[in-house]
């Protein structure tokens, strides 16, 4: 069965809207979890890890203000991506370490700034 | 330099036969090297972990080459079930993963 659970898994939104993808370990008590980014025929990318209990670290060239995480429980991680805009569009994907696999992965959000 | 390196294919192949993919790492203090599988549209997952003396799992072998900073992966008999994007994975010297681009495998009948 699933490790981690992502949701929503597609959305389409309207450029400078807020969107929020949430990020549950169903698994694992994690007290660190990794969002991703990943463009159209490009590699992922990591964002940030994200930490329980405090603040997030984020990867050379991502905006922590556009790229909102928090991570408040063992088991929740979310991401808002703030005022989106078309170049935001992607797949967003959160994974979460622990047992056989060096990472789990959610099955990602497919987002679609119009 | 990309950290690491992979032709992104497509490989197009008929059921059965034996494709070899390369992946090259910059990084010469990379510990630990994985393959993943992506399907399209949907989240990585993992293949097999790649070992400095080998190791094979069924259809799959992983090659480490660490003098030559190289990564293969051998799948034989491939299966129309097989065709997706392979991704070569590395730690970096702070453990983080580093994902290759992806090797497009495409098995015909």
């Known amino acids: 069965g699933a490790v981690v659970s992502q949701h929503p898994s597609r959305v389409i939104c309207k450029s400078g809207t807020s969107v929020k993808i949430e990020c549950r370990s169903l698994d694992f008590q994690a007290t660190t979890m990794f969002w991703y980014r990943q463009f159209p025929k490009q590699s992922l990318m990591l964002m940030a890890t994200?930490?329980?209990?405090?603040?997030?670290?984020?990867e050379q060239g991502v905006e922590k203000d556009k790229f909102l995480i928090n991570h408040a429980s063992l088991t929740l991680s979310t991401l808002t991506v703030t005022s989106a805009h078309p170049e935001d569009s992607s797949f967003y994907i959160c994974s979460v370490q622990g047992g056989n696999s060096p990472l789990h992965f959610g099955n990602g959000t497919r987002l679609t700034v119009t | 330099r990309k950290e690491v390196e992979q032709d992104p294919g497509p490989f197009n192949v008929p059921e059965g036969a034996t494709v070899a993919f390369n992946c090259t790492y910059s990084?010469?203090?990379?510990?630990?090297f994985f393959w993943y599988r992506q399907d399209c549209r949907k989240e990585p997952k993992l293949l097999m972990s790649?070992?400095?003396s080998g190791n094979e799992d069924g259809r799959f072998t992983a090659q480490l080459n660490r003098a030559s900073q190289y990564i293969s992966l051998l799948i034989r008999d491939s299966k129309l079930s097989d065709s997706a994007t392979y991704l070569c994975v590395v730690t970096d010297n702070t453990d983080k993963l580093i994902f290759g681009t992806g090797t497009r495998l495409q098995v015909f009948p």
């Open positions: 990084n010469s203090a990379s510990q630990s």
């Open positions: 994200s930490n329980e209990g405090s603040k997030a670290t984020y």
């Open positions: 790649v070992y400095s």
